[in-house]
């Protein structure tokens, strides 16, 4: 898996999973149990992952959805 985003909002994480769902591309939200250990206060960003081989239609995705600063270098 490739590092899409890192994202603190859950609106937004929200949005995005929506967004790949819709596209069927494959993906996984990394750290989502330490929101558990830091009270939800959003403190620690969650982790696109997302599967290698959808990994440039995952970002020409985002970028179409007015995403692109979101995006990991």
């Given at each position: 898996?490739?590092?899409?985003?890192?994202i603190?909002?859950?609106?937004?994480?929200?949005?995005?999973e929506?967004?790949?769902?819709?596209?069927n591309?494959?993906?996984?939200?990394?750290?989502?149990?330490?929101?558990?250990?830091?009270?939800?206060?959003?403190?620690?960003?969650?982790?696109?992952?997302?599967a290698?081989?959808?990994?440039?239609?995952?970002?020409?995705?985002?970028?179409?959805?007015g995403?692109e600063?979101?995006?990991?270098?």
């Open positions: 898996m490739k590092e899409l985003m890192r603190t909002d859950p609106v937004l994480i929200s949005y995005v929506s967004l790949l769902k819709s596209m591309i494959r993906y996984f939200v990394a750290d989502q149990a330490i929101g558990a250990a830091e009270g939800s206060i959003g403190a620690f960003p969650r982790r696109i992952q997302i290698p081989e959808h990994f440039e239609k995952a970002k020409a995705l985002m970028v179409d959805a995403l600063n979101e995006l990991r270098p």
